[in-house]
């Protein structure tokens, strides 16, 4: 059973940085989309940014400019960098990818178990 394991989580002070990190848990055949999720307390779980398997990325509105999606492809992970934080980004950051384990098979849709990013004032 394939995994997403994330890190690099915490807390950190609003003007911060934190990077996180998602790996697959084992060798799969390819990745397609990935993706960053978060969700506040009592909120939906809303996309925070995407990139294709080609690098085309996209951002929500209230983090562009500040936070960068990134994948390695070797490595079979996808990063999130995370600048000039603010307390409204509390949240726990989910990753999300399309994975498919073998050549002919579909792509099957995975998450990560979420990591928890908080951000004092």
């Known amino acids: 059973q394939v995994q997403l394991v994330e890190s690099g989580g915490g807390l950190v002070q609003a003007g911060g940085s934190l990077r996180l990190s998602c790996a697959a848990s084992?060798?799969?055949?390819?990745?397609?989309?990935m993706a960053w999720y978060r969700q506040a307390p009592g909120k939906q779980r809303d996309l925070v940014a995407s990139?294709?398997?080609?690098?085309?990325?996209n951002y929500a509105d209230s983090v562009k400019g500040r936070f960068t999606i990134s994948r390695d492809n070797t490595k079979n992970t996808v990063y999130l960098q995370m600048n000039s934080l603010k307390p409204e980004d509390t949240a726990v950051y989910y990753c999300?990818?399309?994975?498919?384990?073998?050549?002919?098979?579909?792509?099957?849709?995975?998450w990560g178990q979420g990591t928890q990013v908080t951000v004092s004032s």
């Open positions: 999300y990818a399309e994975l498919r384990t073998y050549s002919s098979g579909p792509y099957f849709p995975y």
């Open positions: 084992r060798s799969i055949f390819s990745i397609n989309g």
């Open positions: 990139i294709t398997s080609g690098g085309a990325t």
